[in-house]
């Protein structure tokens, strides 16, 4: 509870009931020209405690949020896994490229540009080597 009451959180409370208070107000004034004759300040009356609803539920959500994520959760210890062999930490798993049977498309008037020569070559060496990171390319 003390995590809601830093000054980041005070400016958050004093905001929203700031925002509120407002809106409600607009209301409360387009309520009265509503009773003046203008028929327009109707959809207004409705549309700003619709606002400050927003602006309740927006908060309530932020302080859920910050609750839910307390110190005392995250230091709870995980239960004891069943025994047996562990797993190797150390082994990456390996994502096998998708190979798709299509033709690369042919150099307009038989030139080929040097940027794209060397970029196919790095592709088909990814290609080639579908365990390998980009770093490792040696080109």
Do not use: C
């Not at 005070?10 to 020209?33: E, P, S, Y």
């Not at 619709?50 to 932020?62: D, L, N, P, S």
């Not at 302080?63 to 110190?71: K, N």
């Not at 190979?99 to 060496?125: I, M």
Request: charged fraction near 15%.
């Amino acid at each position: 509870m003390k995590r809601l009451w830093t000054p980041a959180w005070i400016a958050r409370h004093v905001a929203m009931v700031v925002l509120v208070v407002g809106f409600l107000g607009l209301g409360w004034w387009q309520v009265t020209r509503a009773a003046e004759g203008n028929s327009l300040s109707f959809g207004y009356a409705i549309e700003w405690p619709v606002f400050a609803g927003f602006v309740v539920f927006v908060w309530w959500r932020e302080v859920r949020h910050a609750l839910r994520g307390t110190p005392d959760a995250a230091a709870t210890p995980a239960p004891p896994a069943a025994a047996g062999p562990e797993p190797p930490a150390t082994t990456p798993a390996v994502r096998r490229p998708v190979r798709v049977g299509r033709t690369p498309a042919a150099p307009v008037n038989g030139a080929e540009d040097g940027d794209l020569a060397e970029y196919n070559r790095y592709l088909s060496w990814l290609n080639a080597n579908p365990g390998a990171r980009p770093g490792d390319y040696p080109g």
